[in-house]
C-alpha cells in the first residue's frame, strides 16, 4: 500500500497543477500544530520566488482547488502560506480498513531482498554474561527482526569471544588447582582469580603465572591437544549458560561461531594480504595504512600480525569476514557493538574492502551503542560495586515487578510470577531501545517497571486493556470500521495510518527508539479513545462492531511492533 502521506501529496500535486503551479517538490506532512489541522503543506513557501508571487496568494489558489476535492474536510490557506489541511474520516477508514486486510498492514514488502546478517552477541566464553553485552544483545535482536519484518533475509551471529588470551588464563589457572571438572559458577570465580594475576597493576599479580598463560594460549592456538581437550570443555560449559541467559531474553542466534572458528582461514588471508603488496612490515609486525583522503582524523593503521606472529582482535574480524563471504555471502552486515569499538572495526571494515575480502556493494555498518549508566552517571555496577552480572539484574528487575502485582488481587502467586516475567523482559527492553542506541541512558528501574508514562509496562498495560474488551465483547468484530464522528476515534486512525511510514524510517535509520516513540503515540491515541467512547455499552450494533474492529486492528498493530522490539504482552496483568 502507498503510505498515507503519500496519497495526501498526491493529492496536493494534483491541485498544485491544476491552479497552475510545478508541483514536483510539492510535500505533505503530518500537522506540527494538531490544534489547527491534520496535515500541512509548505509548497507555495519555495515556490513564491520561480513564481513571482507572495506565497499566501500561492496558498490560497491552490486551496481553491483542494476545497472541491472530496479528499479534504478543510483546507486553508494561512500566513505567510501554509495550506492547513483536514482529510475526511471515510478517507482515513478506507485506508484503516485496507491496513486490516493487508499482511503487513501496508507495509509494503523490500523491493530488493538482501541477504542480511547481523553481529550482536559479542559475549566472551569462561567469563559470566555481563550488562555490558546487555545492549548488543538487546538492540541486535531488535535490529534482526526488523530487517526480517521489512522482507530480508537474515542471520544473527553471536560471534563468542572464544579464543584470545583469557582461555590460556583460565587454563593455566585449572591447571594448577588440578581440576578437570568444573562449572560455570567455577568458572565464575576462577577467570577473574586468574585474570587479576596476569595484570601489573593488581596486588595479586604473577609473573610467572602470566607467562605460563601466554605460553598455554599460543600452544592452544598451535593445536596443542592437551589444552584443545580443556578448551573444549570450557566452551562447552560456558555455551550451555550463555545460551541459557540468552534464551531467558528472548534473544535467539542462528549462528552460534566464535572467534575460533574462523582460526584456519587466518594463514592464507595474511598471505594474500602480503603478496597483494597492501600488508607492510613496521618494527616486526605486519600492519595495512587505510587513511582516505577525505579523513578528517588520521586512522591509525591496521595491525594484522604482531611482531611476536600472533595474530589480533582485527585479524579475526578480517577472516571472519572471509569466512562469512564464504558460506553466506551477505550483502549487508550490521555490527551491534559498543562505540567505543569503532576505530576498530572502521579499520577493519576498510582493510576488508581494499583487500577484496567483501564484494563490491557489500554494506557494512557498526551500529555503535552508548553505555548503559547508573543513576549516578557511572557504568551501572552491583550494590557492593562490582560488575552487574546480567542474570542478577534480569532478578532485581523480576521482583521489582512481582513486588507490584502482590496489589492485584485477582491474580494468584503462579500467575503472578509467570507474568512478571513478562512484564520485567518488556520493562528492560523498553527501558533500553526507547533511548537513541548511540547515547549513553540511566538505567533506572522504578521508573522502567511504571505502569504509566513512557515504558514498556504501559504498552502492555494497553495491550491488555484492548484484549480485555475484546474477550467481553463476546463476538469477533465483522473488521469494517466507519468513521463515526468522534475525535479521538479520528486521532487513533491518523496514528495507525502512519505504520508503514514508520517501519520504513526505522529500518533505514536502524532506530528502534522510533518505534518505541510510535507506540508510545499508538497506545497514547487508543487510550484517548478508550477515555472518550463507550465501547462495550454502545446500543448501535454496526458502531459498537465498527469500535471493535478499530480495538483489533489497534492491538494486532501493537502487537507486531513489539514483537519487533523483542518482548510480548501478557493475557492479563
Ligand atoms: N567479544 C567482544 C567484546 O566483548 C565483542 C565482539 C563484537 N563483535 C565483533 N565482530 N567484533 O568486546
Excluded at 476535492?69 to 501554509?82: L, W
Excluded at 509467570?418 to 520485567?424: G, L, M, P, V, Y
Excluded at 479513545?529 to 454496526?542: C, N, P, R
Amino acid at each position: 500500500m502507498k503510505k498515507f502521506l503519500e496519497l495526501i501529496t498526491d493529492e496536493l500535486k494534483k491541485a498544485f497543477d491544476e491552479a497552475g503551479f510545478p508541483s514536483e517538490k510539492v510535500v505533505a506532512s503530518v500537522s506540527n500544530r494538531p490544534d489547527l489541522c491534520e496535515y500541512q503543506c509548505n509548497g507555495a513557501m519555495a515556490l513564491a520566488k520561480e513564481a513571482h508571487k507572495a506565497p499566501l496568494d500561492i496558498a490560497q489558489a491552490v486551496v481553491e482547488v483542494l476545497k472541491k476535492n472530496p479528499v479534504f474536510e478543510e483546507a486553508d490557506a494561512v500566513k505567510p502560506g501554509f495550506i492547513n489541511l483536514k482529510v475526511k474520516g471515510d478517507f482515513l477508514t478506507d485506508y484503516v480498513n485496507g491496513m486490516a486486510e493487508n499482511e503487513k498492514f501496508g507495509l509494503e514488502p523490500a523491493e530488493n531482498p538482501m541477504m542480511v546478517m547481523v553481529d550482536y552477541g559479542g559475549a566472551n566464553v569462561a567469563k559470566p554474561l555481563h550488562i555490558g553485552h546487555l545492549r548488543a544483545a538487546i538492540i541486535g535482536e531488535s535490529i534482526k527482526r526488523i530487517c526480517k519484518y521489512v522482507g530480508h533475509d537474515t542471520l544473527g551471529d553471536v560471534h563468542l569471544g572464544d579464543w584470545g588470551l583469557q582461555m590460556g588464563q583460565v587454563i593455566a589457572e585449572l591447571k594448577l588447582r588440578g581440576m578437570t571438572d568444573f562449572t560455570v559458577s567455577d568458572l565464575e570465580e576462577i577467570y577473574p582469580t586468574a585474570s587479576k594475576k596476569c595484570k601489573t597493576e593488581s596486588e595479586t599479580y604473577d609473573p610467572a603465572f602470566a607467562e605460563e598463560a601466554h605460553r598455554i594460549t599460543n600452544e592452544l592456538q598451535y593445536g596443542n591437544e592437551e589444552y584443545r581437550k580443556i578448551w573444549e570443555k570450557i566452551l562447552e560449559v560456558s555455551k550451555a549458560d550463555l545460551k541459557k541467559n540468552y534464551d531467558n531474553l528472548e534473544v535467539f542466534f542462528e549462528l552460534w561461531k566464535g572467534e575460533s572458528d574462523v582460526q584456519p582461514y587466518i594463514p592464507d588471508m595474511i598471505q594474500k594480504l602480503k603478496d597483494d603488496g597492501l600488508a607492510r612490515e613496521s618494527q616486526g609486525a605486519w600492519v595495512i595504512d587505510v587513511t582516505e583522503d577525505s579523513d578528517k582524523k588520521e586512522l591509525p593503521p591496521c595491525i594484522v600480525v604482531k611482531s611476536d606472529g600472533s595474530s589480533l582482535y582485527a585479524t579475526t574480524d578480517l577472516a571472519t569476514l572471509v569466512e562469512r563471504e564464504k558460506l553466506y555471502q551477505p550483502d549487508y552486515i550490521i555490527y551491534v557493538v559498543d562505540k567505543r569499538q569503532s576505530l576498530h572495526l572502521e579499520q577493519v571494515f576498510r582493510v576488508s574492502k581494499k583487500a577484496g575480502i567483501v564484494h563490491e556493494g557489500e554494506k557494512l555498518f557498526h551500529l555503535g551503542f552508548g553505555t548503559m549508566n547508573g543513576k549516578d552517571g557511572q557504568p551501572y555496577k552491583t550494590r557492593s560495586g562490582g560488575v552487574m552480572r546480567l542474570e542478577s539484574l534480569i532478578n532485581e528487575v523480576n521482583e521489582a515487578v512481582l513486588e507490584k502485582m502482590k496489589d492485584n488481587p485477582d491474580i494468584d502467586r503462579e500467575e503472578a510470577e509467570k507474568t512478571s516475567k513478562i512484564i520485567a523482559l518488556a520493562a528492560l527492553k523498553y527501558g533500553d531501545l526507547s533511548n537513541q542506541a548511540t547515547k549513553d541512558y540511566i538505567f533506572d528501574i522504578s521508573r522502567f517497571i511504571e505502569f504509566e508514562g513512557n515504558t514498556g509496562p504501559y504498552i502492555l498495560y494497553t495491550i491488555v486493556r484492548i484484549k480485555s474488551i475484546l474477550n467481553k465483547a463476546g463476538v469477533a468484530p465483522s473488521g469494517k470500521v466507519f468513521f463515526t464522528g468522534t475525535k479521538s476515534e479520528k486521532d487513533l486512525m491518523m496514528e495507525l495510518s502512519r505504520f508503514n511510514d514508520v517501519i520504513e524510517t526505522v529500518y533505514n535509520e536502524l532506530a528502534p527508539h522510533k518505534l518505541c516513540a510510535y507506540i508510545y503515540d499508538l497506545a497514547n491515541a487508543f487510550n484517548g479513545f478508550y477515555h472518550e467512547v463507550k465501547i462495550l455499552s454502545e446500543e448501535d450494533a454496526t458502531k459498537k462492531d465498527s469500535y471493535l474492529g478499530l480495538l483489533k486492528l489497534t492491538k494486532e498493530v501493537l502487537e507486531q511492533c513489539i514483537d519487533l522490539l523483542g518482548f510480548a504482552a501478557p493475557e492479563r496483568m
